[in-house]
């Protein structure tokens, strides 16, 4: 009887870890396409060796995915992008003068486990997260990473920088899957915000910008790591400057969200305003938010940071709780969300216990 159920243990153990695996695994499903920089390196050889480059050539890199969905995303954020002003940008001195670089970063990022960038943010993605996303490589004039149409086709665009490190671009991917993850649970918090007015609901979307900040901590791997240590110097020297005026930045977003829930911003105004917020390199969004995420996760464990994902709002609320205890204790002290502001969006101030 003992070898009897010592052998149902294990066959047990087993079916869970099989059924666990095959959750994990239809959690995350990545395709990579580097078809857009494959055709553009193709023209750079031809340029270079003098050979023709033929209207087939274009027409081949024009039809790539990558390359139609980027044209999109530029139109979508109202910015000038033509086939002309990239024959221009591929036919140019610089890209010829990178090429040889351009092929080796591109040969490597195909090879790297983008899966694995995946799996390290899981930890930080509520279970009903999931990671189903197309992965572009590209190259192009803007150097600049982004996510694309969550909602319907998820995408991240990669620039293809010769100058990222390898611990960077593993660190980029993994800060990008995290916005793809938290984009499929779009809809759970879409529905917890739809009775608010207008002006609550849009301070609400919003809150959901501190995401970045949520992205930076899930792709440092925890609150004790660093988040910046394989960023170059100027992100680095930019993310000190963030944290040194972080009451500051809260106070200037929290004047944005009483300016939204007041009725002074509205539509396109507001999102104009929130889009500053992004920063040239990483503003606010990613400072405030990391740093409100951190000291969620220390006070009250990461479970509670999980369920400030699902629920947007309660990031501020708990956030202000922490602050507060520290702010008492004489240990520092913490600018605070106001009040109006989070009675505007309806926020839970439920109470917490530390983990």
Known sequence: MRVAFRTGWVLAACLWTVAAVATEADRIRIKLDASEAEQVLAIVAKHQQGRAVTDA??????????YRRLKMREAAMHRSFTDDEFRKFVLSDELEHQYEQLSRTLAAWKNADMRASGMRILPYLPAEAAIHVKVFPE?????????????TDPAIFLYLDPKVSPEEFANTVSHEMHHIGLS?????????????????????EWMGAFGEGEAVLAAAGGPDASPQQHSRPDVQANWARGMS?????????????????KGRLQADAADRKAYTFFGDIQGPWYTVGYRMAVLVEKRYGR??????????????????????????SGRDHLALWSSEVLKAVQANTGTLQSD
């Open 245 to 261: 005026t972080f009451n500051e930045d809260l106070e200037t977003l929290n004047q944005f969200f009483l300016d939204v829930v």
């Open 184 to 204: 499929s649970t779009d809809k759970i918090y879409e529905k917890k915000i739809e009775e608010l007015s207008p002006g609550g609901r849009k301070a609400a």
């Open 57 to 66: 050539d274009w027409s081949a890199l024009f039809a790539t995915e990558p």
């Open 303 to 328: 479970q509670a940071l999980i369920e400030c994902m699902l629920d947007r709002r309660l990031l501020l609320v708990r956030y202000n709780q922490a602050a507060q205890e520290i702010n008492a």
């Open 139 to 151: 190259i192009k004039p803007k150097h600049n990473s982004f996510v694309f149409d969550t909602d």
